[in-house]
């Protein structure tokens, strides 16, 4: 199973990206699909996170910013960043929580390489 990450960039204070996450491989089932993000000298946080059933939470700096979704038929997940701050600027990453029965049953968790963002003017 791989998680590959997409569409980060450097954007400017105000402005907007989507970052795009799509699942691969042997996959029986999604559970939680979410995003984290590092920013320099800090630890790895949860920004977002959505359930297969689409309920969704959000980390208290980026509600009424952000929007998670995901398409189940894709094993995608996609963050929509809303007026960017420069405070947003990390490394994100994507992780999911897959379920797979080759060779057995199996539920685990998947890191994706991490897409940059940077807010800046």
């Known amino acids: 199973v791989q998680l590959q990450a997409s569409g980060g960039g450097l954007v400017q204070p105000g402005g907007s990206l989507r970052l795009s996450c799509a699942a691969s491989?042997?996959?029986?089932?999604?559970?939680?699909m979410g995003w984290y993000r590092q920013a320099p000298g800090k630890e790895r946080e949860l920004v977002a996170s959505?359930?297969?059933?689409?309920?969704?939470k959000f980390v208290g700096s980026v509600k009424g910013r952000f929007t998670i979704s995901r398409d189940n038929a894709k094993n995608t997940v996609y963050l929509q960043m809303n007026s960017l701050k420069p405070e947003d600027t990390a490394v994100y990453y994507c992780?999911?929580?897959?379920?797979?029965?080759?060779?057995?049953?199996?539920?685990?968790?998947?890191w994706g390489q991490g897409t940059l963002v940077t807010v800046s003017s």
């Open positions: 992780n999911a929580e897959v379920i797979t029965v080759n060779p057995g049953f199996s539920v685990r968790n998947y």
């Open positions: 491989g042997s996959i029986f089932g999604i559970n939680d």
């Open positions: 959505i359930t297969s059933g689409h309920s969704s």
